[in-house]
């Protein structure tokens, strides 16, 4: 499985974009990523997966450049609630098999 | 979406005792995952439960510490057994729903005293 590194820790203010990225140099042919969040005292929630190019949904947008190195999470307009840790994962499974979860970036929203 | 439940939801034991976590999903799947997550720590998981086989543990975690069982397509049980405050942390399990997308359930708090 490759191994993702992103920052431990971000801080923003409410209403501004945010960009996560996560870098992923040994990403194979055949692995997918996979963004999830997760609040205190609650279990993972997946918020996006792609392959190559921009993938977008109704809660963030993931660019991943043509060589697959890196990907970045893009958060619109941020409120505080979306305080929380988000994961970076690779895996060929494409989520079929168990996760390989990484440390993850704090993200914390101030007003 | 899904629903996944478990219980307890939290739990104070005692070293040496025996804690059994249940996960009930709200619809059948193939494969349920067992994960920890240790206090300021991302998830680690413990092994995947496919329902009418054993489960596959993943290194460092072996079935007489953290035997599994999953007797149908909605339910799973977790035992952590011989206890240490080692094994203190929060244990989730999940499931896949689509092909692409994992749900967790809401933890279940661990502390051994």
């Known amino acids: 499985l490759a191994k993702t590194t992103q920052p431990i820790s971000m801080d923003s203010y409410e209403g501004q974009e945010v960009n996560i990225t996560c870098s992923h140099n040994?990403?194979?042919?055949?692995?997918?990523i996979t963004w999830y969040q997760q609040f205190p005292s609650q279990g993972p929630r997946f918020i996006i997966q792609g392959y190559k190019t921009k993938v977008t949904n109704e809660v963030a947008s993931l660019f991943i450049p043509a060589d697959r190195k890196s990907s970045t999470l893009s958060l619109p307009r941020v409120s505080l609630s979306d305080t929380a840790v988000y994961y970076c994962?690779?895996?060929?499974?494409?989520?079929?098999?168990?996760?390989?979860f990484g440390k993850g970036t704090h993200l914390i929203i101030q007003p | 979406s899904a629903v996944i439940s478990q219980k307890p939801s939290r739990d104070i034991c005692q070293r040496g005792t025996s804690l059994t976590i249940q996960c009930q999903v709200d619809s059948q799947v193939t494969m349920m995952f067992w994960y920890r997550q240790q206090p300021g720590q991302s998830l680690t998981l413990i092994a995947t439960?496919?329902?009418?086989?054993?489960?596959?543990?993943e290194s460092g975690f072996v079935i007489d510490k953290f035997p599994i069982s999953r007797p149908n397509l909605t339910f799973s049980t977790l035992t952590v057994s011989n206890m240490s405050p080692e094994d203190s942390s929060i244990y989730l399990c999940g499931m896949i729903k689509t092909v692409n997308e994992q749900f967790f359930g809401p933890g279940t708090r661990l502390t051994v005293l």
């Open positions: 040994n990403i194979a042919t055949n692995d997918y």
């Open positions: 439960a496919n329902q009418g086989s054993e489960a596959t543990y």
């Open positions: 994962l690779v895996d060929s499974g494409g989520g079929a098999d168990g996760l390989t």
